[in-house]
Each structure stands twice: as C-alpha cells, then as structure tokens.
C-alpha cells in the first residue's frame, strides 16, 4: 500500500523533498507528517480538499475538529471580506469586534468573563496562570494521555501517528515538576487519591473528551468527582473545552452539568482562523483586569485581531447555533453507531461523542477503550495504517492516528459511502 501511495502522490513528494530545503523534515507542525511523506493539499472546499496530484477527499480530519464549518463556508467568507473592508486587520487598539465575540462567547457557554488568545495552548497557559494568581499556589493535575497545547502535553506518547519509528516528546517549555499526572483517566478513586495527596494545588486541569489520546469520554461521574476532588482542595476546576465546546450547545461540560471554574476555548470558534480563549468565574477572572492593583498582565498582538473576533461571532450567532449543533451532533451519534455496526466481531471499534470519532485498532476490537493506557496497549498500528493507505486510495481524507471530525457541510451520501468502505476494508482483510 504504502509503495503504491508514493507511486500516486509524486507531486506531492517533490513539494515535500523541496520542503526539507527550509523546514525541519519538511514540516512546521508536527502532526501533519505522515510516512513515506505527507500528502500536499492545493485547495478546499466544502467537505472536500484536493492534493497536488489532482486527487479528490472527502475531509473526515476537519482539521483537527478546527474545521467543523468547511472550507469556504459563505458566511465565514462574507464576513472576512466585510472585516477587512470596513475595519481592517489589526488596529492597536481595542475595537467593537471584540466586546461582540466576548458578549457571545459569555452568553453561549456561561462565562461570567472572558479573554481571547492565539490558541488553545495559549488559553490553557493563561488559565492555569490566573489559578496560580487566586489560589497563590502553583501545581496542577493533569491526566495522562491529556494534550492542553503543544507545550502542554501529558505525555505525548502518540509516537507512531506519523507512521514513524521517531518518538515525539513534547518541548519542554514548561517546567514539569509542576504538574502532578493522574496515571489513568477514567479512574475516579485514582484521581481522587492523586488530587488529595497533592500540596501546592492550584488546579486540575481536564478534557471532557480526551481528543488526542484517541477520542476517550470521561464519564459523569468521573468528571464530577473529579471536580468535586479539585473544589475541597481549594484548587481552580479547569475544563479543556478546546475540542469539546461544539459537542453541546453550551459546551460539553454545561450538558454534563459541570459548572467548572474556568472553561479554554478555541478550534472551530475562529472558523479556521487563529484563535482561543479561556473564561468563567468572576472571581478568578478578576486576576487579569487591569484597573485591580497586582493584576496579571496578559498580552498578545493578536489576541483581538479583527478577523478572528468577527468570525468567531459569526460562527456561534448566525452559523453553529444551538439547534444546528444538536442535530449535527446526533448525526455524530448515529454515524459512530452504523460505523460500530459494521465493525462488529472485527479489530475495528469505536470511541467519541456526537461529531468527534475516534477509530481504534485493536488487538481484541470487543474490549473497551476509557484511557490512554488502553489504546497504548493493545493499538494494533500496522493496520491503522493500512486502514489509512486504503482509506486515501478510496478518496477519503483521515488523519493517521484515526479521529474523525465531522464536517458541518458533509452530505450525509458522502458518509453512507464511507460506512460501506469501511465494510469492505473489513470484508477484504477478513483474517485480520
Ligand atoms: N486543548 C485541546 C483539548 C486540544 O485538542 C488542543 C489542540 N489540538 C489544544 C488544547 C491546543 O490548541 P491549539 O492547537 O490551538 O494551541
């Protein structure tokens, strides 16, 4: 498979030999390299991105769940080019754009304050910085298998993704004695010894879907032990709602009734530009207003640029509403449920939530996936990979290490017509 792939994409191997010249390994984002080499995207459209060879996809990577509304949604477009038209694109200053997307995003997913930034790392940095101000403590939970942002990952033991033998720590930008990592996700008793036992709390920091692990729900339960855990330390309950915010119409962790401290955003809300943000209780918000003497400072050119800031209001008023998001979300549901159906009995399952997929390969497909530990030992990678080889050959477009983010725009034939390909993988290597 993997011979014929570079036999199919030699345009897109020469832009990556001329790629090497300037970018380590030819790549600037590490996720996206894939063995033999990456496939180059020339253009999008819809659900659809073709290559440099000319062939079609149907995008089931979403980017990364960023791309949730398509390549060229007319909406998103129309409202760039009013930005760019009768703002401009940055102003040094604060502009209406801003307090708009803010009063949005407050109204939307229960946030008494919020700040923008670039990304969802940064989102995540600046919550666990504002903990740190309130509780005047300094150390974190986190949960293993977690990814808050590049430089905030627990661990990234993702090695393979790429189809590589390359391991792939993250950066260590951060200092990692400060961050206590529950062994286990899903595991309430272990994370509530985790969180007692650790002095310096300042917070817990949590997805409500564990995305790059594998696309792993936590539980109610455990979520709201956990939470609960986090409270009678005295630390801030962070919820990580970067992918997880399109899940519900308030967020996921409104619908699980959460009510954490502080929820980061980003992905999807910037339509594809650059964006994030974090917010939630008055009280610990209050650490970054300027008009309070000891404040945090938090900076960014971009935090505020016109175009994200217009979008993102865009996005969430006029085009992923409450009520669109409820049915496209079903659809996630009902889609996982026919994928699981023609799984059954083979090494393929399913994890995930409404329009986020998550594919495993696994020695035994019946036994359940809840955390990081259970992909790890039991990921069956040579047929992720010729999964994904056949997948690209059968015009479907899917990230390596199998998640799936649903596309707004996809035609529901589009997914029927994947549901059978996947069949047929499964008929066609019966012996796996
Ligand atoms: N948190 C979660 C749960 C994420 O999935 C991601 C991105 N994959 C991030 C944070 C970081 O967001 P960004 O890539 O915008 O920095």
Partial sequence: AEERFAANNTLSKAQHELAIGSLPGGNTRTLLHTSPFPLCMKQGKGAYVWDLDGHKYLDLVGELSAGLLGHTHPQVQATIRRTLEETGVSLGATTQHEQALAAELCARFR??????????????????????????????????????????????????????????????????ADFVVVPRYNDLALARRVIEAADDLAAVLVEPVQGAAGCIPGGREFLAGVREAARSKGAVFILDEVKTSRLAPHGLGAELGLGPDLVTLGKYIGGGLAFGAFGGREEVMRAYDPRVRGSLAHSGTFNNNTLAMSVGRTVLADVYTPDVCVRFNHKGDRFRERLAEVARGSRLSFTGRGSLIGLHFTEDGTEEITCRED?????????????????????????????IALILETPDEELDRFVEAVKNFLERHRDI
């Fill in 111 to 176: 946030l008494a304050r919020v700040r923008m930034t670039n990304s969802g790392t940064e989102a995540n940095l600046h919550a666990l910085a504002a903990a740190r101000h309130v509780t005047g403590r300094r150390r974190v939970v986190v949960f293993s298998g977690a990814y808050h942002g590049a430089v905030l990952s627990f661990p990234n033991d993702h090695a393979g993704d790429a189809g590589d033998a390359a391991p792939a720590p993250a950066p260590n930008t951060v200092d990692r």
């Fill in 375 to 403: 992909v790890n030992r039991k990921q069956r990678t040579d047929l992720r990979d010729l999964f994904w080889f056949e997948m690209l050959e059968a015009g479907f477009w899917i990230t390596r290490r199998g998640v």
